[in-house]
C-alpha cells in the first residue's frame, strides 16, 4: 500500500483534496494524511515517510519548492506532484528541476488526482524494478530477452523476412527490402537472432494478463511466471512447450508461448485458465488473461497487438477468464438509440425517476449483445447516458469534468457496466437530497471568506476553489441563493465598511480606500459614488 500526504495552508482545500482521493477509491493507496501549512508538512513528511506528497505551490511559512528542496534528500524515493494556480507557471517550472513528477491546476478533480496518484505509483514500482536491475552485475537471460523483445514490439520496422539458409537447416531472419528506419538494423536483427536462438519451437503466440490496475510489478510478474510453469510441468509440456513472461514498455505483464505440435493453441488455453485461477487466489485479484492467434517468429509484433484488442473487447466476449478473438464482431447497424429513444432517457434523467432510468438501460445494455456490436457503439450508449447525467447537473462539485471519461475502460462485463450505472444514478439522486443544505453551507462559508478579506485583491475563482466548487456552477449558486453577483456582494461589503469607517474623522480618505481594498483612492472614490450615490467627501460631511 502506498501513503500519501497533501500540504496546503488552507485547510478546507486540503481536506478536499483528501476527500477526492478517498472518493476515487484507488485500491494501492493506503492512509491519506494532511499537514496544514509548509512547516507542518516538513514535520509529517519526516514522521510519516509518505511514498507520495501532494503540496500546495504557494503557502506563507515555506513554498513548495522550498519543502520539496528540503525534502528530497531525506525521502529520495518520494514522488512530489504540485497543486498551483493559473499564474503559477515560472514556479511550475522551477520545481520540475527539483524532480516534481508532475503539476495540477486548482481546483483539481478527483479523476485529474486519481490518474497522477497511479502515475506516481507506477513510477516508484518503475524506480524499484531499476533499482533492482541496477544492484545486478549484469542482466539475466530473461531480461534481455525482454529487453530484446520490446524493441522489435514496439519499433517501426516493418515486417521481417524468413529465409531458409542454404548450408544449415535453420531459419534466418533478414531485413525486408523497403525497411525505411535503416538506422534500426543493427539492433533489430541482433534481437531477432537472440530470439531466434532462445526459442526453440516453430509454434508463438502470445498472452497478455490483466492483473488489477498495477504496472511494472515484480509482484504480478514472478508470480505469474511461477504459475505457469508449475501448470505446464503437471501438464507434462516441459519438452514442446517454452514461456517468457515480461513487462511491455506500458508495465503490463505478457507472455510468450514457444510451442510445437502436437500441442495447440486450445492447450494454451487450458493451460491459463488453470494458471488465471490460481493467480486469483494468490494475488486475490480478478486477473483475466486474452490471447492471440497462433504465429510464427516472425508474427510477434502482429501476435502483440491481437492480445492487446482481445483485452480491449473484454466487456463484448463471454464471461471467460481467457479472451480470445479471432474476428471482430459485425456491428448491428440499426442498434444505435434513434432520437426519440434519446428523449427518453432525457426526460427520465431530468426528473431522476430511476425505474425509468434502470429500464432504459437494461434495453440497451442487455447480455444479448456480446459479439453482435462493436465496442465503439457499446462506450457511445454508456457515453450518452453519463452525458445526459452531468447535463442534468449542469456542473456540479459532484461529478467533475471527466471523473468518468476512463471508467469506460474498467469494465470487465456487461452486467458490471449496468450495475455501475444503476448505482451512479442512485448516487446522483441522493446528492441532490443533500445538495440543498450543503450549498447553503458553502454559500455561508464564501459569504464569510469574503467579509474576512474583502481589503485585498480577491476573485470569484479563488472563493469557489476554497469551496471545492465548479467555478461556473458557483457563479450562479451565489447570484440565486444572494441576489446579487459575487462582484457586487465584494463591493456591498467593502462600501458597508468604508461608511463606518468614514464616521471617524481621523481617518483620511485614502487611508479608508486602502483599508477596503482599493489602493487607488480614484477607484474607490468611484465606486463609491456608484453605489451610495454620493462621494465619500459628501458622505462624510453629512455625518458632521
Request: proline share 4%; net charge negative; glycine share 4%.
Amino acid at each position: 500500500m502506498y501513503n500519501v500526504l497533501v500540504i496546503d495552508d488552507e485547510e478546507l482545500i486540503c481536506d478536499g483534496v483528501k476527500a477526492k482521493l478517498e472518493r476515487a477509491g484507488l485500491p494501492a493507496v493506503g492512509h491519506i494524511h494532511v499537514a496544514y501549512g509548509g512547516l507542518q508538512g516538513l514535520q509529517a513528511a519526516q514522521e510519516v515517510q509518505p511514498h507520495i506528497i501532494i503540496t500546495d505551490m504557494r503557502m506563507p511559512d515555506i513554498d513548495g519548492i522550498q519543502l520539496i528542496r528540503q525534502l528530497s534528500p531525506k525521502l529520495p524515493r518520494t514522488k512530489f506532484i504540485m497543486l498551483s494556480g493559473h499564474g503559477d507557471y515560472g514556479y511550475v517550472r522551477e520545481a520540475f528541476k527539483y524532480g516534481v513528477l508532475d503539476y495540477l491546476l486548482k481546483p483539481a478533480g478527483s479523476a485529474e488526482l486519481a490518474k497522477l496518484i497511479l502515475a506516481a505509483i507506477a513510477a516508484i514500482e518503475e524506480d524499484s524494478r531499476k533499482a533492482q536491475v541496477m544492484e545486478r552485475s549484469q542482466l539475466d537471460e530473461q531480461t534481455l530477452l525482454a529487453a530484446r523483445l520490446n524493441f522489435l514490439l514496439n519499433v517501426d520496422s516493418g515486417r521481417m523476412e524468413m529465409h531458409t539458409g542454404a548450408e544449415k537447416d535453420e531459419h534466418l531472419i533478414q531485413p525486408p527490402s523497403n525497411a525505411t528506419n535503416t538506422h534500426d538494423l543493427p539492433e533489430m536483427l541482433q534481437s531477432w537472432q537472440t530470439l531466434q536462438s532462445y526459442f526453440p519451437h516453430p509454434i508463438f503466440a502470445i498472452g497478455l494478463f490483466y492483473i488489477g490496475e498495477s504496472v511494472f510489478s515484480t509482484k504480478d510478474l514472478t508470480r505469474t511466471d511461477a504459475c505457469l510453469n508449475e501448470q505446464i510441468q503437471l501438464a507434462g509440456y516441459t519438452a514442446q512447450l517454452q514461456i517468457l513472461a515480461f513487462h511491455d514498455t506500458q508495465g503490463k505483464v505478457y507472455t510468450i508461448f514457444n510451442y510445437t505440435d502436437p500441442l495447440t493453441l486450445n492447450t494454451i488455453t487450458a493451460l491459463l485458465r488453470e494458471t488465471v485461477a490460481q493467480l486469483n487466489v494468490d494475488l486475490l485479484n480478478a486477473s483475466v488473461v486474452s490471447i492471440s492467434k497462433a504465429g510464427h517468429l516472425r508474427d510477434l509484433p502482429q501476435l502483440y497487438k491481437q492480445a492487446q484488442l482481445a483485452m480491449s473487447y473484454r466487456i463484448l466476449l463471454e464471461p471467460d477468464p481467457v479472451l480470445c478473438l479471432h474476428e471482430l464482431p459485425k456491428p448491428l447497424e440499426e442498434w444505435m438509440p434513434a432520437r426519440r429513444d434519446i428523449d427518453e432517457l432525457r426526460q427520465a434523467v431530468e426528473t431522476l425517476h430511476l425505474a425509468r432510468i434502470h429500464l432504459w438501460i437494461d434495453r440497451w445494455l442487455p447480455d444479448s449483445l456480446v459479439m453482435r456490436i462493436s465496442l465503439e457503439q457499446l462506450e457511445a450508449v454508456f457515453d450518452l447516458i453519463i452525458t445526459e447525467i452531468h447535463r442534468h447537473f449542469n456542473g456540479r462539485f459532484m461529478f467533475e469534468e471527466n471523473e468518468l471519461a476512463q471508467a469506460f475502460t474498467s469494465f470487465h462485463t456487461l452486467h458490471d457496466l449496468r450495475q455501475y450505472l444503476k448505482g451512479y444514478v442512485l448516487t446522483a439522486k441522493q446528492l441532490v437530497s443533500e445538495s440543498t443544505s450543503l450549498e447553503g453551507a458553502v454559500i455561508s462559508d464564501a459569504m464569510s471568506y469574503v467579509r474576512q478579506h474583502f481589503n485585498r485583491e480577491i476573485q470569484l475563482a479563488e472563493v469557489a476553489n476554497r469551496v471545492s466548487m465548479n467555478y461556473s456552477y458557483f457563479s450562479t449558486l451565489f447570484k440565486e441563493r444572494i441576489g446579487l453577483t459575487f462582484t457586487a456582494y465584494l463591493i456591498k461589503i467593502r462600501m458597508e465598511e468604508a461608511q463606518r469607517l468614514l464616521k471617524d474623522p481621523a481617518l483620511r480618505i485614502h487611508e479608508i480606500s486602502e483599508k477596503v481594498g482599493y489602493s487607488n483612492p480614484y477607484h474607490f472614490s468611484r465606486a463609491f459614488k456608484n453605489h451610495c450615490g454620493i462621494s465619500p467627501k459628501e458622505f462624510r460631511n453629512t455625518m458632521q
